[in-house]
């Protein structure tokens, strides 16, 4: 076998299938018999449940902002201001680790179901956060603790949602496979986040910086809409169609590893270097900001800004989609991720003349490019690359690990680049420096996906799994124990 399994040759044959599941006559997924509608909702309810993942992620940096003006000693100068942001990472890695294997060796749909309620139990109990006998204290450690939870149902959303919504792509309309699962993944993200900040911007209007209390429970109260939203269509979802004929019941470990060890290290890097990088990135956000609005402005201004810069997630997304159908994922990451490290390499030269009143104009434009450059590469493509380049049995697992490990890389930048700019000779160097690291980052992750992901092809799924039956078959792995037989879809039960 290939020391690198992505470069071995397989058929690309429109629905081509094992020898074993040819002798069930199994058509290929977008022959089934199923109406438009029948066909694209079981998308839609396992992916946008990721819009919960960006609104709860998104609104906890202004409910941060507004904590720290209603407890300027308790919260601002202590730690519970940065673990109240930072748990959700712990838990969510916890997660993606938990509901990784869950839903390869157990169900997709009922690890769905498990997250979307965590996220709905511990959403409600954020907003009616409380410490014993009224202490402030206490309300931060409930606060914390409960975002650890939001972070563990968040997390369950990669491996199980995003990979069962990329499986039911499948039966989508061929040329339009990839668009629907980023529409329905890194696009609800990018939509949530603009969300995140119009909302409390909107409570502010209303309730008055009087009331303070009220718009940081009400912002986080409201993210128990989504996923009460998707409670019913999850509930009535069935498995993936894939998954019931590649299920694995019996997992050769050695044999996994050795097949997919190298691919499944690219992606992890990949991804780890984008979260690590797209932390400095957010270090423009806050500096835009406050070169608009100054030290005096009210709230809701600077929740007002922060939501036009979130919009210029928007049309990368968008415009990334198509071209992942047109060109591939592969190139389509590769080209976003390298424009957007030339890019901010130049933010970078010229931060002294950009970063001033000034200049704010042409400092807003030139970062909206850098964000959006940032969705339509990396931000559309590294999720469906995961969810597309291994095989079925195993592909829960085999996201979690590379979500997991990216999600690290965010937690190492929160850190690092803080003592990139510490050790600054001064305010300007302080600015540019991070980004000197994260652009060159940025271009390394566009040579490795280039040259080391394979491409993805609208029936990558189907291929890749046929693919790995037989490496498994020709290593002694008995493969008509895979599947779930009573469930499978033969041409006989289409007659």
Not at 27 to 34: M, R, V
Not at 193 to 198: E, H
Not at 256 to 281: E, N, P, T
Not at 399 to 410: D, N
Request: neutral net charge.
């Amino acid at each position: 076998m290939s020391a690198h399994p992505e470069l071995h040759a397989f058929s690309e044959e429109k629905g081509a299938a094992p020898t074993d599941e040819a002798a069930l006559d199994v058509p290929p997924l977008d022959e089934l018999q199923k109406g438009r509608w029948e066909r694209t909702w079981p998308t839609i309810a396992c992916g946008a449940g990721l819009f919960s993942d960006g609104y709860l992620n998104g609104v906890i940096g202004q409910v941060n902002t507004i904590l720290k003006k209603l407890y300027p000693d308790t919260y601002a100068n202590s730690p519970a201001s940065q673990n109240v942001s930072a748990i959700a990472f712990a838990g969510t890695v916890v997660g993606m680790l938990i509901f990784g294997y869950t839903s390869d060796h157990w169900s997709r749909k009922w690890s769905l179901m498990i997250s979307t309620i965590i996220l709905f139990i511990f959403a409600a109990l954020c907003a009616g956060s409380y410490g014993a006998g009224g202490s402030q204290y206490g309300m931060f450690a409930a606060l914390t603790a409960y975002r650890f939870f939001i972070g563990i149902g968040i997390g369950g959303e990669y491996p199980a949602g995003s990979v069962a919504a990329a499986e039911n792509t499948g039966e989508l309309k061929e040329g339009h496979r990839n668009r629907w699962f980023i529409m329905f993944t890194n696009f609800q993200i990018d939509f949530a986040f603009v969300l995140s900040a119009l909302v409390p911007m909107i409570l502010l209007l209303i309730f008055t910086e009087d009331h303070l209390r009220a718009v940081w429970r009400v912002s986080l109260g409201l993210g128990i809409i989504p996923p009460l939203s998707l409670l019913y269509l999850r509930l009535k979802v069935n498995e993936p169609e894939e998954f019931n004929r590649e299920r694995m019941h019996k997992f050769p470990i050695w044999l996994i590893i050795k097949f997919y060890w190298f691919r499944l290290a690219v992606v992890s890097l990949i991804w780890f270097i984008y979260d690590f990088s797209s932390y400095s990135f957010g270090l423009y956000s806050s500096a835009t900001i406050s070169i608009i609005t100054g030290d005096d402005a009210p709230m809701w201004q600077t929740f007002g800004w922060t939501t036009l810069i979130y919009l210029f997630y928007l049309p990368g997304s968008l415009l990334g989609a198509f071209v992942s159908d047109w060109i591939g994922p592969r190139k389509t990451l590769a080209i976003g991720v390298l424009l957007q490290g030339i890019v901010g390499f130049i933010m970078s030269g010229c931060y002294k003349w950009l970063a001033t009143s000034e200049n704010v104009a042409g400092f807003v434009v030139v970062y909206g490019i850098f964000l959006a450059l940032g969705e339509f590469g990396p931000g559309d493509n590294l999720g469906l690359c995961a969810a597309k380049t291994s095989a079925t049995a195993i592909r829960g697992q085999y996201y979690s690990y590379a979500a997991a490990v990216g999600k690290i890389g965010a937690f190492v930048g929160t850190y690092v680049l803080p003592i990139v700019q510490k050790n600054a000779p001064n305010e300007v160097r302080a600015g540019q420096d991070p980004f000197f690291v994260s652009s060159a980052l940025c271009i390394f992750s566009a040579f490795l996906a280039f040259f080391l992901l394979p491409q993805i092809t609208q029936h990558t799924i189907t291929n890749e799994d046929t693919r790995f039956r037989e490496y498994l078959s020709q290593n002694g792995y008995d493969t008509s124990t895979m599947g779930n037989r009573g469930q499978i879809t033969t041409r006989r039960d289409l007659e």
